[in-house]
């Protein structure tokens, strides 16, 4: 008989959904003051002042930020996710991919126009231009290099490998952002608005990445769902049997 997994794995965590109260609420007050030219863009542009620096290094980091860098290293990982996940049998296997190309498709629907609404321009290091506000190459690296690492993260089972998708994620993200500062691409409020709302993309795409055959989500550690037993989990990962029938 088959165990049914527990409520708490079933509902979407409310810590989550407080956590992204915050960068909500920054990614609004940004806008606020880059809009109304508040005290916090005269900050802004001293801190770059102080950062902007161009160079070689900074010119190939803002480049991870690319979408012809950052978008195939995401459809590596869908092509991974969704391949695995068929093979194994999941139900709804393509919904973790599906998650993840929809939050990619939704980066340039929303900061376009922004950009344009915005009308910031852009720092003493580039052309006289408008609409830097917020940052593509930012937003982009956030959603396609986290996207990736949410998807693969289920599927591995070292710790230690996870960990170092984790770190690889972030000093990917953290590469692109210093590199459009330092360079001059972009503001340093440009880039901190676009975590913010890369952070808002990833949470839609973190439930659908952790989810089971069963349906149920898969803990950040790796371990077994309680009131789920081992053998139910191996026999569920494979091809369903008879005698279960659909979900």
Aim: hydrophobic fraction near 45%.
């Amino acid at each position: 008989m088959p165990v049914s997994p527990p409520r708490a794995l079933l509902s979407p965590p409310r810590a989550l959904l407080s956590l992204l109260a915050l960068p909500v609420l920054l990614f609004a007050l940004i806008t606020w003051q880059v809009v109304a030219d508040g005290p916090l863009v005269g900050v802004d542009e001293r801190l770059s002042g102080a950062l902007v620096h161009p160079d070689r290094i900074s010119e190939l980091l803002s480049d991870l930020g690319n979408v012809q860098v950052a978008v195939p290293v995401l459809v590596v990982a869908l092509v991974y996710a969704a391949w695995h996940g068929r093979a194994s049998g999941v139900d709804r296997w393509w919904v973790p991919p599906l998650a993840g190309v929809v939050a990619m498709a939704l980066v340039p629907a929303l900061v376009a126009p922004l950009k344009e609404w915005t009308d910031r321009p852009g720092t003493p290091a580039v052309p006289p231009a408008v609409g830097y506000y917020p940052s593509g190459h930012t937003a982009t690296a956030v959603v396609a290099y986290g996207t990736a690492a949410l998807l693969l993260f289920p599927l591995l089972r070292s710790p230690a490998v996870r960990r170092t998708l984790v770190v690889l994620c972030a000093v990917l993200v953290l590469g692109t952002s210093y590199g459009l500062v330092r360079r001059g691409y972009h503001w340093p409020l440009d880039v901190v608005a676009s975590w913010c709302l890369g952070v808002v993309l990833l949470a839609g795409v973190r439930p659908a990445a952790r989810r089971n055959p069963d349906g149920s989500r898969t803990p950040d550690d790796g371990r077994t769902p309680p009131g789920v037993s081992r053998s139910t989990r191996r026999s569920s990962s494979g091809t369903p049997s008879s005698s279960s029938g659909p979900s």
